[in-house]
């Protein structure tokens, strides 16, 4: 190789002498078409090597180092070439890189080049603005989503700080601009590049439009709730507090309910017990939405969050799952220029995290529209809860899902280490429960969600749950967990459902025995992790449809559940970051369940993302642990986390494991034999 350092830094090529090459019948110098490259001004150095594919097809592909770090795009290069070289000789690849890898001596390490196919694209280095008008529909999707100004077509959605759920309102918003996604095809085409690829003029799912009526099957999950046997089954809710920011009318919000609980079925259900068992039903629209308007503007203002969250634990109780509505909105009116407040609870039984993400935005779009005089219009329905509760319980019979039983068995079955317990006889309430939260700073989440998924492939439960096996694994000296893993649970089964926006309780809790072995690499760690979960058919959902729809429901139902259980809930800033009526207010919504109740897990982790930040919630009976003991547990999660971010962010990490070439059927081991063999470094 020829070439020389400039002052600044940057390495020069000057050609190379004996690099002939012979593609297609032409004979080509590389050194020449590296030459030509450094011609460009915002290339700073260059490389150009031959790559043959699995398929025995070469072709030429350049590694560059840009000097510009925005608005960079390869085809614009490739198009410059054009105008200096013969077409053959233009590379049907361009690699972006930081930098060139070099040898000891200077020179240009050719072995270390990473292979095309694979090479992690810098988001830093490269932006590739949207060009067709797919490309751009999505491109803005994904901002609107993500809540990011700028998105290029080869940016990762998982690398940019999406999930599962934000996949979901990605479908949902590009259905409606009339291209048609399944959450599936996110996760499998990460890039907007990709999946303009495939997006099709949207496929109209056939959904019914006007009120569903009529019997409901309970789902796995509402059949679990029932085995509970909970003494005020009536109070187990959800609900959200909101700063509003504009006065609302009393007349307007009851127009703006009805229209939600009309075009929203799930809202109308009802539960009565019958001899067989419980029994779901869709009832007709109420004549009247039962809104509270409660007045404390003459209330002192110090004790004003005490008299709100007071009249909300009283609202709380007030559901009635046989007589309805399951739903309780408050409107209260603080007074001294203070800003009114939002309260809206809804029983558990017909709403999920998902859903509210989905009530939320229709309650800003109907609201808009009640007060500008249009007519109340929301985007088309998505399959009704109804269908999809009729469809998983056919699923449920089906020869393909008996093939899960072995896989489910075998992961409650092998032995885990057991997690310690301070009090072993102490009662394990909903009046004896208690909180440990803590936090990553915002700049520490945003290294989370973007960071630590660039360098393994990797989505964010896979570092959360390394995390946390690393902290058992801590506290117990075992390497393994068993864990409950809560899910969003719209999976993408059947060819003719759409959920993307349809309002319900879909939740899936299914176990997972997660086995980090002895290893004390964090990368290592976190590869193992991921293959684990990844290898979870259907993301869990067979699980509760063997346990409770299936013919093995007794075999699940003596298998005793895991002591813990985990649950990522998502990003929550995106739902109201944008919005000029609602923010999140900061007074306690009141219980939102029965202090009667009894709890299931000994340690219940509960993590979101909110206001910038990732809080991790470790649920507790104060009569099974002392606070010190959960304390601990919590803070050494976070110092997990924070050792994973450290570690990612390092030049050495960064790896490819064998679900990411899963056509390969490949280990491990294999894996980096071949990557090392091709790249001259193991993954």
């Known amino acids: 190789d020829l070439g020389r350092y400039q002052p600044d830094g940057t390495l020069e090529f000057l050609g190379r ?32 090597l031959v790559y043959e594919a699995q398929s025995g097809n070469q072709q030429l592909v ?101 999930d599962s759920i934000l996949s979901i309102q990605i479908v949902a918003r590009a259905n409606q601009a009339g291209l048609h996604l399944t959450p599936k095809q996110v996760f499998e085409n990460q890039t907007v590049a990709e999946l303009a690829a495939i997006a099709t003029s949207r496929q109209v799912i056939q959904a019914q439009q006007d009120l569903v009526r009529g019997n409901v099957l309970l789902t796995p999950i509402q059949c679990w709730f029932f085995q509970q046997a909970l003494p005020e089954a009536h109070h187990w809710n959800q609900s959200i507090l909101l ?5 609302l009318e009393l007349a307007q919000l009851e127009r703006v309910l009805q229209k939600l609980l009309e075009h929203h079925d799930a809202l109308r259900l009802r539960f009565v017990q019958a001899e067989t068992g419980w029994q779901a039903f869709e009832a007709e629209p109420e004549n009247t939405v039962p809104v509270t308007q409660i007045d404390l503007s003459n209330v002192a203002d110090a004790k004003q969050a005490e008299a709100l969250t007071n009249a909300a634990t009283e609202l709380q109780t007030r559901l009635n799952l046989a007589e309805g509505p399951l739903i309780r909105v408050a409107y209260f009116n603080l007074g001294n220029d203070s800003p009114d407040r939002l309260l809206l609870i809804i029983h558990h039984l017909v709403v999920d995290g ?75 309430t909903v009046a004896t429960t208690s909180t440990v939260s803590v936090a990553l700073s915002a700049p520490e989440t945003q290294a989370l969600l973007q960071a630590v998924p660039a360098a393994y492939h990797t989505q964010i439960n896979d570092a959360l749950l390394t995390a946390l096996v690393q902290t058992f694994a801590n506290w117990t000296g075992g390497g393994t967990l068993l864990v409950d893993l809560e899910g969003h649970g719209r999976e993408n089964l059947f060819e003719d459902v759409d959920l993307s926006r349809t309002v319900g309780w879909f939740t899936t809790i299914f176990p997972i025995r997660l086995d980090m072995g002895d290893v004390t690499d964090p990368g290592t760690a976190l590869k193992r992790i991921k293959e684990q979960l990844r290898s979870t058919p259907n993301r869990g959902i067979g699980y509760g449809l063997l346990r409770y729809l299936s013919s093995e429901q007794t075999t699940f139902k003596s298998m005793p559940p895991p002591q813990v259980r985990f649950n990522y809930l998502g990003q929550t800033d995106q739902t109201l970051q944008s919005s000029i009526l609602f923010a999140p207010a900061a007074e306690s919504k009141g219980l939102g369940r029965s202090s009667k109740g009894t709890r299931t897990y000994s340690l219940d982790i509960l993590a979101v993302v909110a206001g910038g930040e990732l809080r991790a919630d470790w649920s507790y009976s104060q009569e099974m642990y002392r606070r010190e003991t959960v304390e601990a547990l919590a803070e050494g999660y976070i110092a997990a986390l924070r050792s994973l971010i450290t570690h990612c962010q390092s030049p050495d990490a960064g790896g490819y494991t064998p679900s990411d070439f899963s056509e390969a059927n490949l280990n491990q081991q294999e894996l980096d034999q071949f990557l090392a063999k091709i790249t001259g470094k193991s993954s």
Do not use: C
Not at 114 to 121: G, I, K, L, S, V
Not at 243 to 247: A, F, G, L
């Open 354 to 428: 998902v859903s509210w993400r989905i009530l939320l935005e229709d309650l800003q779009i109907l609201h808009q529209q009640v007060s500008q005089g249009q007519p109340l219009q929301l985007p088309p329905k998505t399959t009704s809860l109804q269908d999809w509760a009729k469809q998983l319980t056919a699923y449920a019979q089906s020869a393909s899902l008996q093939g899960e039983v072995a896989y489910w068995q075998q992961q409650l079955n092998q032995p885990v280490a057991q997690v310690p317990v301070d009090f072993p006889e102490g009662d394990n």
């Open 243 to 247: 700063e509003v920011r504009q006065p």
């Open 17 to 48: 002498m004996d690099q002939q090459v012979k593609i297609r019948g032409y004979r080509i110098e590389l050194g020449e078409i590296e030459v030509a490259l450094q011609q460009h001004p915002d290339v700073k150095a260059a490389a150009v």
């Open 62 to 162: 350049a590694y560059v180092v840009p000097k510009t770090q925005v608005n960079w795009q390869t085809s614009e290069l490739r198009q410059w070439l054009l105008q200096k070289l013969p077409d053959y000789m233009v590379p049907a690849t361009v690699v972006p890189l930081k930098t060139l890898p070099l040898t000891p001596n200077g020179k240009l390490d050719r072995r270390a080049l990473p292979d095309p196919t694979t090479a992690q694209r810098d988001r830093s280095a490269i932006f590739v603005p949207p060009e067709t008008e797919t490309e751009k529909t999505l491109a803005q999707i994904w901002s609107q989503t993500l809540k990011l100004e700028k998105i290029g077509i080869h940016d990762n959605f998982f690398e940019l700080g999406g």
